[in-house]
């Protein structure tokens, strides 16, 4: 009997309409994704090893809603991420590195506060045909501001959609660290986007800038690098939906350096104050029964400041291909392969990427 009362109790946590129905229903889900994933570098070699979350970062999460009537409704996530081939946690080892806020949301738009991944690159995700993710095939590496960018202490706001347009704006009072009120001495992130959608089309056009510091690791690197601007972009892109194609172009212009605290992709630099970045992306996905097959080019032209001064003014290229088969709404399984051509400062430098692997989602 004290079993099947413990049994009970603990459904009831778990389960909507349970014991939590009164306050409204709360969702466990999670993602499960692993592959076998390998990369062939002309200075490094070949290497093949599991890679967890190519296609999606494993994570699990709870998320929930509250009727406040009226027509305003009480929302949080708590989302983590870990590394499904050796179980440990992802986002530095934070319970909740994905995400972890709440907010309130009705006729007058959705607002969050907490972390977050900022406005601007989660928009832009919905922008490409690998999603920006798939390793270097994504738009990320060569577009910077497709890398998820997720803040701590952020106020975060969406409008409502008026005739397929809407706006949101975020700012972090304190980029990655405890808080409190010292916010004149902590780092920032500031991003917006403004989405116009129809049924056959949508574009959209983001904004993200980052303010190191004085005294962080970041700010030391802009420093090192010839100058302590602030780093910022700004990115315009669409998709179109033609028959079972689906097209993808975006134009980003990335100015002194990558908005997140970490050397974006290889063959490129983190920090380049005084100098831009020209990055474009064209791709397509194909939809047919079960399978979808994506395809897309990337190009970086870097010039300026510092890359003038260091000669690492070299255009450099990704050409990917991908393949996805659902074996059900849940279970998927996919392979990709991205070739990388030229870095800043080696033009003759090349890499390849592949991955072949399963996501589960649950």
């Given at each position: ?33 692993l ?11 070949t290497a093949?090893?599991?890679q ?51 907010g ?7 607002l ?5 991944t ?11 045909a ?33 005739g ?8 972090s ?6 808080g ?16 116009y959608?129809?049924p ?19 700010s030391a ?6 100058s ?11 998709r179109?939906?033609v ?11 990335m100015?002194?350096g990558?908005?997140?605290?970490a ?9 380049f ?11 397509a ?31 450099q ?6 393949y ?6 849940r ?11 030229g ?7 090349h ?12």
């Open positions: 009997m004290r079993l099947r009362k413990t049994a009970l109790c603990f459904a009831a946590l778990i389960t909507p309409g349970a014991a939590a129905a009164q306050q409204g229903p709360v969702t466990l889900y999670g993602v499960v994704d592959s076998l994933a390998g990369f062939s570098t002309q200075d490094r070699g093949l090893n599991m967890s979350g190519v296609q999606s970062g494993s994570r699990w999460g709870l998320r929930g809603s509250e009727d406040l009537g009226n027509g305003m409704r009480a929302n949080f996530q708590l989302e983590s991420g870990f590394l499904a081939n050796n179980g440990k946690s992802a986002q530095g080892g934070r319970l909740f590195g994905r995400a972890a806020w709440a309130v949301s009705g006729g007058f738009g959705d969050r506060l907490g972390r977050q900022s406005v601007s690159s989660a928009t832009l995700a919905d922008y490409d690998f999603l920006a993710s798939y390793l270097i095939t994504g738009a990320q590496t060569a577009l910077l501001p497709y890398n998820a960018n997720r803040a701590d202490n952020t106020v975060a706001y969406w409008s409502p959609s008026a397929g347009l809407r706006a949101g704006v975020d700012a009072l304190d980029y990655d660290g405890g409190g009120f010292q916010t004149g001495s902590t780092s920032k992130l500031y991003s917006a986007a403004l989405i959608e129809q056959g089309y949508s574009v959209t056009a983001t904004y993200e800038g980052a303010r190191w510091a004085d005294g962080t690791v970041q690197a802009m420093a090192r690098a010839g302590a601007r602030q780093p910022q972009a700004y990115t315009l892109a669409g179109a939906m028959d079972a194609f689906t097209l993808y172009a975006a134009w980003s212009v100015r002194n990558s908005t997140i605290p050397v974006p992709s290889p063959g490129q630099r983190a920090y104050p005084g100098s831009t970045v020209h990055g474009v992306m064209a791709g996905a194909w939809r047919s029964g079960a399978s979808t097959v994506m395809a897309s080019w990337q190009g970086s032209l870097p010039g300026g400041g510092v890359l003038d001064r260091e000669g690492a003014t070299h255009s290229q990704i050409y990917s291909a991908g996805v088969h659902d074996l059900s709404k279970t998927n399984l996919y392979a990709i392969y991205g070739y990388m051509r870095a800043w400062d080696d033009p003759s430098w890499q390849s990427q592949y991955a072949v692997g399963i996501r589960h989602r649950y």
